[in-house]
């Protein structure tokens, strides 16, 4: 089956700092990736969506210049957590699929916390 | 702005029981449907996938069923078994995908 990877798995960084996380399919070419977010007890909110080659279309009320999302080839997209506060603390899940008839696949999450 | 509820929140069984997960939205032009389970701190697993034209999927001990008109699907899971405890997600596509937020199933040995 389809694989995607997300690093790191989890991460702590002082607040002020700024973090990068990579997701990855491993084994087909993702023309969309999707970035969520995901509190304690609660579901996924899309935070945004990349197509390869193409600027992200961020969710309203998400900052895109907190938020930086790179896709920069066909199996990885970045997001970057910039300046980030204990607020930002949260678990980050990507997905990505080859087409619109096809499911997303779920990388693993990244566990972030800021101190 | 589509809403996608399940229930029950939270099901515990007795292991071997037959169960139903339930899931409803409010905007019934879905592209698809998807069906998820999620282990505590980790990422999702994509369990079945109804595109807005199919009424069913089955996948081993699992079917899921659409119906669109009313807005309803349903994730039948046959046999349980105590690896099958987790949370189970329903999201729906229209433009993106929108999440329930979930049932958490226990199935007791």
């Known amino acids: 089956g389809a694989v995607v990877s997300q690093h790191p798995s989890w991460v702590i960084c002082k607040s002020g700092t700024s973090v990068k996380i990579e997701c990855r399919s491993l084994?087909?070419?993702?023309?969309?990736m999707f970035w969520y977010r995901q509190f304690p007890k609660q579901s996924l909110m899309l935070m945004a969506t990349?197509?390869?080659?193409?600027?992200?279309?961020?969710e309203q009320g998400v900052e895109k210049d907190k938020f930086l999302i790179n896709h920069a080839s066909l199996t990885l997209s970045t997001l970057t957590v910039t300046s980030a506060h204990p607020e930002d603390s949260s678990f980050y899940i990507c997905?990505?699929?080859?087409?619109?008839?096809?499911?997303?696949?779920f990388g693993p999450g990244t566990r972030l916390t800021v101190t | 702005k589509q809403e996608v509820t399940q229930i029950p929140a939270a099901l515990s069984v007795p292991e071997g029981e037959n169960l139903v997960l339930n899931c409803s939205f409010t905007?019934?032009?879905?592209?698809?449907l998807q069906w998820f389970r999620q282990d505590p701190g980790k990422g999702l697993t994509s369990l079945l996938l109804?595109?807005?034209?199919?009424r069913e999927q089955t996948s081993g001990r699992l079917n899921a069923s659409l119906d669109k008109s009313s807005g309803r699907s349903t994730l039948y899971i046959a046999a349980s078994q105590p690896g099958d405890s987790a949370t189970y997600l329903c999201a729906v596509e229209v433009l993106k995908l929108t999440f329930g937020k979930g049932t958490l199933l226990t199935v007791n040995p």
């Open positions: 084994d087909f070419q993702a023309t969309t």
């Open positions: 905007d019934s032009a879905i592209y698809n």
């Open positions: 997905s990505a699929r080859v087409h619109r008839d096809y499911e997303q696949y």
């Open positions: 990349s197509n390869e080659g193409s600027k992200a279309t961020y």
């Open positions: 109804i595109q807005s034209s199919q």
